[in-house]
Nanobody, 114 residues
Framework: QVRLVESGGGLVQPGGSLRLSCAASGIFFSIYTMGWYRQAPGKERELVATVTNAGTKYADSVLGRFTISRDNAENTVTLQMSSLKPEDTAVYYC?????????WGQGTQVTVSS
């Protein structure tokens, strides 16, 4: 059974930082593209960042503020978020993808507000 379990969401003030983690099980983690997506109220789910063993990719809106990393020994993927803005408020989802296989975590809420 595949499980992706996110942690680390919460409430943070604008300009603050937050670190999201995702622990994966049930997959051969090291060969999967791991990513973070987010969905704000009334909007479609959008890509935030992905990481493979070859490199990373970021949405333009988070470039320079967010950093994605993975630990293949621990089967975890992390999203370090800094200089957070109110428009970063969303439910953040961990994603694992390999060709036609795609798995999602349950999501973790990130709220950026003063």
């Amino acid at each position: 059974q595949v499980r992706l379990v996110e942690s680390g969401g919460g409430l943070v003030q604008p300009g603050g930082s937050l670190r999201l983690s995702c622990a994966a099980s049930g997959i051969f983690f090291s060969i999967y593209t791991m990513g973070w997506y987010r969905q704000a109220p009334g909007k479609e789910r959008e890509l935030v960042a992905t990481v493979t063993n070859a490199g990373t990719k970021y949405a333009d809106s988070v470039l320079g503020r967010f950093t994605i990393s993975r630990d293949n020994a621990e089967n975890t993927v992390t999203l370090q978020m800094s200089s957070l803005k109110p428009e970063d408020t969303a439910v953040y989802y961990c994603n694992a993808e390999l060709v036609a296989k795609k798995y999602w975590g349950q999501g973790t809420q990130v709220t950026v507000s003063s």
